[in-house]
């Protein structure tokens, strides 16, 4: 192949066209960038906000400024470190270490790139500097066009004038010299046959850039593709995350519900135990009292009974006292008519001292009987007044044992109302607390879910910012690239029609002259030793080498 066809087309698409191959490039720059700041923030950062803010601004700096390789990396580590050291350091300090250190990176960029490739240009100009190159570029192009077409028949010197060597051999060719070979069954010369095998390469090399175009869309396709899926996955995984979350306070809910449910069925129960109990208690001191009563009425028909049946006895017994005295007395009288017949004086004298006695001691008898009466009723107001002082003491111990049983029992059922009610507060606020607790998490998951969304948003609109330039900077390198080909086109269709002209108007075949030949020496040994008819080029190929000599 000539070099004008290969090494002209893909030096100049790696020099303009590579800063837009792919997304991917960017994307990585992107990411290299944010990790290298993110370390040196984890590092630096949190000393100052100064200080951060300005590491920032070396980061950006240096990834939108300078190419990125092993040497700038750490040139930005000691700056960065040198900021670190000094926080008062300002924003104008670090723009001037950022120039001075600035030349040693491009120099070893141009060191590698001449290393590597000494006729290309140097890679390591930023990214704003690229619309600048392609204007210089376009219009250096034009002038070594223009200069080709004055300067036929000098000799080419090095790889860059390579690309007009073509216009120089097809301007030359209006001399038209006589060929220094002939190959017989043909009516081509050596011009016919490198217009041919470039005309042959260019549309290989059309070809080639066509194919790289279309797998440069692809890969921009695939790679668009990739993140809608990567978008579209993370979508699906934020709704299956919010409706897991859902359904997760949706269970939550249900068991608070449940267990709402259960503390008030327990509740229940123990009110229904405690009124079950109350109950029990109160039936259980009613039939207390009823056998208290039933014993104290037992109690109190035995005494009475006891009592009667004193009274009764101490009836018999004066009954009997009366009855003996009455017979005493009876006796007496008989004694004393007995006696009378022998004591007839004596009988006045001793009835009238028995009459005096017998109402002495019929008053004694009276006396003694108003003694017992007035004894037996005092015995009876003393036991009437001990049955009435015990009754009312163990009426008053029943009534101050029922009172401080109902105040024990009163003062029991307060203070279970009370540890109730406390219970019921505590419940109450714990619940209070866990809705407050589940609203704060609620507000701070949606918060968290706005911020993440304004993220993405701001995420979105650089990455479409970036698209949107690399858009504009690959249509505006299309549109220059197609506007050189064109230009080239033109040029190669000018000098096709002038050599057609040339050869109508011209009976002869025109040579190459000495000078020609000499700078298109390469090129006619690469035609001749890709050409299938070794044996009918050998002598051209000798006398066209001695020529060149």
Known sequence: MSRYGVETVIDFSSSLYRPYKTTEAVSQREQ????????????YGKKSSKLADEIQKEVNYYFYNQHVNEAGIRILKQRIENLASNPAFGATQIKKQANTALPPVRQSTAEANKQTAPNKQDQSQN????????????????????AGLKILGQRSQGNQNYEFDQVSMSSSSSRKPKSVYYLEGREED?????????????????????QRQQLIKQRLKEELDKQLQEKQNKVEKEKQDHYEYIRFQDELIKLQDEAEKKKEIEKQNRL?????MREKQKYEIKIKRRQERIREKELDDAMINRIIKEQQDEEINRQKRKEKERERQNQMLIENQINKQKQEEELVKEKKEDIFLQNQYAKLLDDQEEFREREKKERFDKIQKLTKKFENTIQKDIK???????????????????????????????????????KQFLDQQIQEKHNRQIEEEKLNKQQAEIWQKDREHFLDHEDKKKKYIQDVNKQHQKIL??????????TFKGKMSIEELKQNKDRIQRILDQSPDQASYKHAKENSLKRSM
Do not use: P
């Not at 290299?32 to 590092?43: A, E, G, I, S, T």
């Not at 704003?128 to 066009?145: E, I, P, T």
């Not at 029609?497 to 011209?506: A, P």
């Open 32 to 43: 290299l960038k944010n990790m290298v700041l993110k370390k040196y923030m984890d590092l």
């Open 497 to 506: 029609v002038d050599q057609i002209k040339q050869k109508d108007d011209l």
């Open 400 to 438: 101050e044992q029922i009172r401080q049983e109902d105040e024990k029992m009163l003062q029991h059922i307060l203070d279970t109302n009370k540890k109730i009610e406390q219970e019921d507060n505590e419940r109450k606020q714990k619940v209070k607390d866990q809705k407050v607790f589940i």
């Open 127 to 146: 990214d704003d500097n690229l619309s600048r190159r392609s204007n210089a570029r376009s219009s250096h192009s034009q002038q070594l066009a223009n």
């Open 190 to 210: 050596e011009w016919a046959q490198l217009v041919k095998f470039d005309a042959s390469m260019f549309q290989k090399e059309q070809e080639m850039l066509r």
């Open 272 to 276: 229904q135990n405690e009124k079950a």
